[in-house]
């Protein structure tokens, strides 16, 4: 059964920082991983989606980068900003078995940006 | 634009009484998500469709059904809603299975009481 982990759990960063958000997972059958923003309730928006044959995508701030084999995803933001403070998620679409199809989500980490 | 919408957005219910909350989306797409959200489980797949007509059980989909009579709509029913399906409710979607990028709704907050 796939599993996906999110390091840490909560990050606090003064204005300005360069951060590093975590994401493992334990199957590498994997179609592609999505890496998710959520503000205090409201509903998920898509950052980045990356495909299982690529290595990275980029958006404005954001870069996330994939390693396949060896289960790994990193969400980097450049020059935090307090307008960043939110959760979050990592998730992957599975390519084996009964989770054919089907995401996987991470726990989350909840940013906040202090200015 | 396209977009993806459920209702109601909040509603409090009390145990034993039947329950639909609406997802809508005006994208196309074939394959449609009903996940739960909860502190400490994160997010649990419930239902979901890979086109109409088709229907699958996810993880956590004991009390709960779904129907797919068109593209566009998924709607989640609790037979009997029970203290324990206090949550927060969200629908996705998707053009493609596997690869596509999966479109979220703004949620249904259901408190049972």
């Known amino acids: 059964k796939q599993e996906v982990t999110q390091i840490p759990a909560a990050l606090s960063v003064p204005e300005g920082e360069n951060l590093v958000l975590n994401c493992s997972f334990t199957?590498?059958?994997?179609?592609?991983l999505q890496w998710f923003r959520q503000d205090p309730g409201k509903g998920l928006t898509s950052l980045l989606l990356?495909?299982?044959?690529?290595r990275e995508q980029t958006s404005g701030r954001l870069n996330a980068s994939l390693d396949k084999s060896s289960g790994r995803s990193t969400l980097y933001i450049a020059a935090s900003q307090p307008g960043d403070s939110a959760t979050y998620l990592c998730?992957?679409?599975?390519?084996?078995?009964?989770?054919?199809?089907?995401?996987?989500f991470g726990q989350g980490t909840i940013l906040t940006v202090h200015p | 634009d396209a977009e993806i919408t459920q209702s109601p957005r909040h509603k409090i219910t009390e145990t034993g009484r039947q329950v639909t909350l609406a997802c809508h989306q005006t994208?196309?797409?074939?394959?449609m998500f009903w996940y739960r959200q909860d502190l400490g489980h994160g997010l649990r797949l419930i239902h979901y469709?890979?086109?109409?007509?088709?229907?699958n059980k996810g993880e956590v989909s004991d009390g709960y059904s779904v129907s797919r009579s068109n593209t566009e709509d998924l709607p989640l029913t609790l037979e009997s809603a029970a203290s324990s399906q206090t949550s927060v409710y969200f629908c996705a979607s998707s053009a493609q299975l596997g690869t596509g990028e999966l479109f979220f709704g703004e949620g249904s907050r259901l408190t049972v009481l």
């Open positions: 469709s890979y086109g109409v007509q088709d229907t």
């Open positions: 994208w196309n797409h074939n394959n």
């Open positions: 199957d590498s059958a994997i179609y592609n």
């Open positions: 990356i495909q299982s044959s690529q």
């Open positions: 998730a992957v679409i599975n390519a084996g078995g009964t989770s054919y199809g089907k995401l996987t």
